[in-house]
């Protein structure tokens, strides 16, 4: 079964600093991948997704992610990150062919930004 | 253009009752997807539907069951809540399960909140 790991539940990061949100993927063969974000008490909204291709790719709000398959990883970047960043950040794999579309996600992560 | 649309946005049930959620979704989108997000979780999928049939589902009991209507709408239904239950659940819409995935993006909507006392 497909699992998806994001190893750091909360990061905190300066206004103005960079930020990396790590994800790794467990799944046999290269899935589609996402990245959401979560406001409080709100929905999610995608960022960005990868399918195939330059694997750096670029998403909303100056957000950016880069697939390393031989790291079975996922990456969330950005250069310099505004308070209103901070969300809870979500990755998340889809079976690439298969019958429908589920997402299967992380755990999240909280990301926390100081002034 | 309105987005993935539910009600209602909080619920309050206690042990044992039953309840039902409903969601609209985006406008041109034909394939209803439900999840549940317990408190500091990502959320988990419950189960899809297209063309008025669930497709897929994930490992929830039988307790949980849904419909879709011909109007693409769906409802979430649970019965015999347990305090357990007690979650965010998001309804995503995305566009023909025949697609490829890149098509099939989903959109989620802002989801119903669920406290079971």
């Known amino acids: 079964a497909q699992s998806v790991t994001q190893p750091d539940i909360h990061i905190t990061v300066s206004e103005g600093a960079s930020l990396e949100l790590r994800c790794n993927y467990s799944y046999g063969a290269t899935p589609y991948l996402f990245w959401y974000v979560q406001s409080p008490g709100q929905g999610l909204q995608l960022l960005l997704k990868?399918?195939?291709?330059?694997?750096l790719v670029q998403g909303i709000k100056g957000f950016e992610a880069e697939f390393k398959r031989s790291q079975s990883s996922f990456n969330l970047r950005k250069p310099s990150v505004h308070w209103s960043d901070a969300a809870e950040y979500f990755c998340a794999v889809e079976r690439i062919k298969a019958a429908g579309n589920k997402l299967t996600f992380g755990g999240g992560t909280r990301v926390l930004v100081k002034p | 253009d309105a987005g993935v649309t539910q009600s209602p946005t909080h619920l309050i049930k206690t042990r044992g009752q039953q309840v039902t959620l409903r969601c609209s979704p985006k406008?041109?989108?034909?394939?209803v997807s439900w999840y549940q997000q317990a408190l500091g979780q990502g959320p988990q999928f419950i189960f899809q539907y297209y063309e008025e049939e669930e497709r897929q589902r994930g490992n929830f009991p039988d307790r949980f069951s849904g419909h879709q209507f011909p109007n693409y709408s769906s409802e979430l239904n649970v019965n015999a809540l347990l305090l357990g239950d007690s979650a965010l659940y998001l309804c995503?819409?995305?566009?023909?399960?025949?697609?490829?995935?890149?098509?099939?993006?989903?959109?989620f909507g802002p989801g119903t909140r669920l406290t079971v006392l």
């Open positions: 995503a819409s995305s566009r023909g399960m025949a697609l490829a995935g890149g098509l099939r993006e989903q959109f």
């Open positions: 990868y399918f195939s291709g330059d694997t």
């Open positions: 406008s041109g989108h034909d394939t």
